[in-house]
């Protein structure tokens, strides 16, 4: 299946320095060509500028959290009707970065993978273990109750999530999940999607991220079940990132 190649920018990024970013970007022969798909995850304000200089491209945008609520009185959230006004085509749920550091539980997740998909956004669930969730052997059943919770609550409409793999290890740390060891869990989270969706579930893309650079992203995306990448750290460098597009392209 075709690559899909997502950054996300967390919380970095400038109107001057993300216009640079974006010109280079919307320049990139391998996703002008069609040869991979990409999408870049920005904060809320700057969807605007993203939508103004990506919506001529094939450049699909998104963002990197939505409320799990509908409207009303929920001061700073941002809806996921709202996100639809800047013609999002993703937005990220239960980042690793949002359940650590803002308590967010499977639960809630699920909750906002169901906002996102009413409103016609696809959601991109991010699973992962922690360095001691790893050492006590616990990686497969943390990813699995992790998207069992999603597959849950959205039902039917499990097929049109992506899924994200994200070893909390592995995130701005420089310490990349091997090739074999990132399939072995690509590969459960596959069966687990096959088995609640079909024959569809192979057809989910299911992303690797974590220290994924232009130096290591031909090998993770040559295993069969990598389908693209969640770039953090590298979708910020240009150059980096364009490699990483590439070898997306050639997979
Ligand atoms: P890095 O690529 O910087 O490790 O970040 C990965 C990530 O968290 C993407 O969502």
Known sequence: MKKLIVGNWKMNGNLTANQDLLVALAGNQ???????????????????????????????????????HDAGAYTGEVS?????DFNVRYV?????????????????VAAKAQRALAAGITPIVCVGETLAERERGETMDVVKRQL?????????????LVVAYEPVWAI?????????????????LRAQLVAACGEHGMSSRILYGGS?????????????DIDGGLIGGASLKPTDFSSILFAASAA
């Open 148 to 160: 069992a919770a999603v597959i849950h609550a959205v039902g039917h409409c499990a097929t049109e």
């Open 172 to 188: 701005g740390t420089g310490q990349t999940a091997s090739p074999p060891q990132a399939q072995a869990v690509h590969a459960v």
């Open 212 to 224: 994924m650079t232009a130096a290591n992203a031909a090998a993770l995306l040559a295993e069969n």
């Open 80 to 84: 996921a009707g709202m996100l639809k």
């Open 30 to 68: 391998n996703v002008a060509s069609g040869a991979c798909d990409a999408a870049v995850c920005a904060p809320v304000s700057y969807l605007f500028q993203l939508k103004n200089v990506l919506e001529t491209t094939r450049w699909m945008w998104g963002a990197q959290d939505v409320s799990a």
């Open 92 to 108: 990220l749920v239960g980042h690793s970065e949002r359940r650590q550091y803002h308590g967010e539980s499977d639960s809630l």
